[in-house]
């Protein structure tokens, strides 16, 4: 990618969801920065490391919990050394708890143009659905290199200190070897490969290029060398500088940003009433206020301004005139006295917490549905099932139903086949060729799973969710690069 213009030069599986492993920290010290400059935090505010933090696997700083930190350190050894407690320590203090920094990570990948990409933490280590793609992390490689120029000389330091460690930076050799890098970042699990986000500089041109799934350090590195290389010479002499548009969050993402629980309490300070239908009268709302010795059984909304209607059960006038005062007090329309009196006695009067019983079955309910029968005509019990009915002519022919064919998949035709490539001595290598075989065989794999069976013996690697003809031909062609490949059928 040429970095001035965002112009991709070149391209190759750069949509493909995969495990980004540590580059995942470029997004968390983005946020960082974000937040600094926002005024969530400022680079001398103390951390309190999280239990989670200090719970986290290599590469770390060895953070204790409840020790305090300064951002500044966090931010060092996330960048440079690549640490997983110092990147969780941040995340989990300006999100509250991991899973509440993932969603804001979400919301700023996408604010940013991140549109493949989704995380599950602060640090990169393997989660389930914690992917992006090489186009996203050039994409946030830009976006630190122009949003934020003052922190990014960090990316290029070699080694830098905090008290009581001296920090060497992963990507070290890289930056020693190829002439103009000055960053960005590595990352590596066994399931990722060997990642690498690099940026160089030659006069007027910059390139950023990235590069996943490497075999080894020393293989990612010459693959990005000559993907920096490539930039280079593709890349216009002279070229406009065009900073990548601002971030664009959603309108409620100011308060989320803030990395706080925002708890909004609504409360209704009026209920509006449905208007009546057209040509009928405003209905009559009655209230009962609760006495001593009878409980309000049911209640209503009620406008605090509006007095109370008391209703006496014995004394039906003085029912007539509240209601005629309310209707009053409301502009309704005015309803006949008799029909008021009539509604409200049927209310008051009736027991305490009384029910309307249902109405009784008809007794002649199945006889409504009964065919007539003539009395002469005997009725026959009715058969269980009736396969034809009896044409109304006796001697037309019966018509015939027509025979219903059911017919299924096959076996071979439905995704239940998969291929086996070989058995490895550990996971992670079972891993790591699953991954780089779905890479060259992209079109042949295209929508394969991986899956790694441990067996007494090892670990084997396999692609299932393959049609038959599909897992021949990827056989096919695994053996004629002379890797192992057998077809593993269904129920196998």
Known sequence: MDARTGEVLHATNADTRLHPASLTKMLTLYIAFEAIRKGEVSLDTEIRVSRNASQEP?????????????????????????????????GDYLGGSEPAFAARMDRTAKALGMTSSTFKNANGLTRDGHLSTARDMATLGRHLLFDYPEYYNLFGRKQTSIP??????????????????????????????????????????????????????AWR???????????????????????????????????????????????????????????????????????????????????????EVLLAAADTDQIAQQIAELVASKSYDPVPAPEAIEVAAAVVEQPKYARLNPMARPKDLLKQFTPAVPATTPVA????????????????????????????????????????IGRYNTKGIAERILLTTALSEIETLEGAERKVLQKPTGWEANFVGLTRDAADRTCQRLTARNMTCFMVGPGT
């Open 58 to 90: 290599p590469s770390k700083l060895g953070l204790r919990e409840g020790q305090k930190i300064k951002l500044r350190y966090l931010i060092r050894a996330a960048a440079i050394k690549s640490a997983n407690d110092a990147a969780t320590a941040i």
């Open 381 to 420: 019990p009715a058969p269980a099932i009736v396969a034809e009915a009896k044409p109304a002519v006796a001697k037309a022919p019966a018509a015939k139903a027509a025979p219903v064919v059911v017919t299924r998949m096959s076996a071979s035709a439905e995704a239940l086949w998969g291929v086996n």
């Open 164 to 217: 009581g460690h001296t920090l060497y930076n992963t990507n070290r050799k890289f930056l020693s070897a190829y002439k103009g890098a000055d960053g960005i970042k590595t990352g590596y699990t066994n399931a990722a490969g060997f990642n690498l986000v690099a940026s160089a500089v030659r006069g007027d041109k910059r390139i950023i290029a990235a590069v996943f799934g490497g075999r080894s350090t």
């Open 221 to 307: 590195n010459q693959r990005m060398a000559e993907l920096l290389d490539m930039g280079f010479d593709r890349a216009p002499r002279n070229a406009p500088r065009q900073a990548p548009a601002a971030p664009k969050y959603a309108p409620q993402d100011p308060l989320l940003m803030a990395g706080k629980t925002v708890n909004r309490v609504i409360s209704v300070t009026k209920s509006l009433r449905p208007k009546a239908r057209p040509g009928q009268p405003e209905p009559v709302l009655v209230a009962q206020a609760a006495t001593p010795t009878q409980e309000l059984i049911s209640q209503g909304d009620q406008d605090p301004d509006e007095g």
